[in-house]
């Protein structure tokens, strides 16, 4: 079907552009973007110079499967504490930066305030930080979110970020992968132990969903990594559903400053 503007005169089309554009010229000197985290006028879109310099970037070195920061560089290849006395289902996790005031500023501008123009930029930044990951990944899966939380929500913050990644990678996401079969409570201000129980049981891979997880490398894609009981949870549903491999990709993760790593 032909819409409206496919059948508008060559001069009309240049026309209703123009005015378009003078439109949104107009919006901006009006109402100029803000910085997401401080709500400043900035240039462009994203964060203000003072912002941006508070965010923290995790980079190496850190625990090659947890992906937490290190305070000092114990060698390539070493495993944190944590990893080796207690082993997620996951392989490896990876995270664009600390979550910190700025960073949690971002999340829930993203999550709460409608800001899913902010989603492109985060998806770059964790672009960067799962390029290993990525490069072997046949699929993205993002961590999906109950219906009637959906419903409430009116989308899934998680599934943005997965197509910002798959738009600037090329993966391809797996929508409908997994779902999440039990309305959990908030994770916010529970401890590990009732974490993981707050999320047994409450993933599954549908019968739909199978043939795109069965011998394949997924990488699973949420917006922040706390305790891990979330992620752990979708993988061990991938994992039993036949998924080859089950790597996590995240916006920000908790990470204490002064832990030592071995």
Not at 82 to 94: G, L, N, S
Not at 185 to 198: C, I, K, W
Request: hydrophobic share 45%; charged share 20%; proline share 7%.
């Amino acid at each position: 079907m032909l819409s409206a503007s496919s059948v508008l005169p060559a001069p009309l089309k240049r026309a209703t552009g123009a005015a378009r554009s003078a439109l949104r010229r107009m919006l901006d000197l009006a109402l100029p973007p803000l910085c997401a985290a401080c709500r400043e006028p900035v240039e462009g879109r994203g964060l203000c110079p003072g912002c941006w310099s508070k965010l923290s970037f995790i980079t190496r070195p850190y625990c090659e499967r947890l992906g937490t920061p290190f305070v000092y560089d114990p060698g390539p290849g070493i495993l944190s504490m944590e990893a080796i006395a207690d082993p997620p289902a996951y392989h490896r996790a990876r995270a664009a930066v600390r979550f910190d005031e700025i960073s949690r500023a971002l999340v829930h501008a993203l999550k709460y305030s409608d800001r899913l123009d902010l989603a492109p930029m985060m998806g770059r930044w964790l672009g960067q930080a799962g390029r290993e990951l990525l490069a072997e990944a046949d699929a993205l899966v993002p961590v999906p979110l109950h219906w009637r939380r959906l419903w409430a929500r009116r989308f899934n913050q998680s599934a943005m970020l997965a197509a910002a990644v798959s738009s600037q990678t090329g993966v391809p996401v797996a929508t409908g992968a997994l779902k999440r079969v039990k309305p959990t409570a908030q994770q916010v201000g529970l401890s590990r132990t009732e974490r993981t129980a707050n999320v047994q049981g409450a993933f599954r891979v549908p019968k739909d969903g199978k043939a795109a997880v069965t011998g394949r490398r997924l990488v699973l894609v949420d917006d922040v990594l706390t305790s891990g009981a979330t992620v752990d949870g979708c993988a061990r549903a991938l994992l039993r559903a036949g998924a080859a491999n089950v790597d996590v990709l995240v916006f920000a993760r908790v990470a204490e400053p002064a832990r030592t790593s071995i």
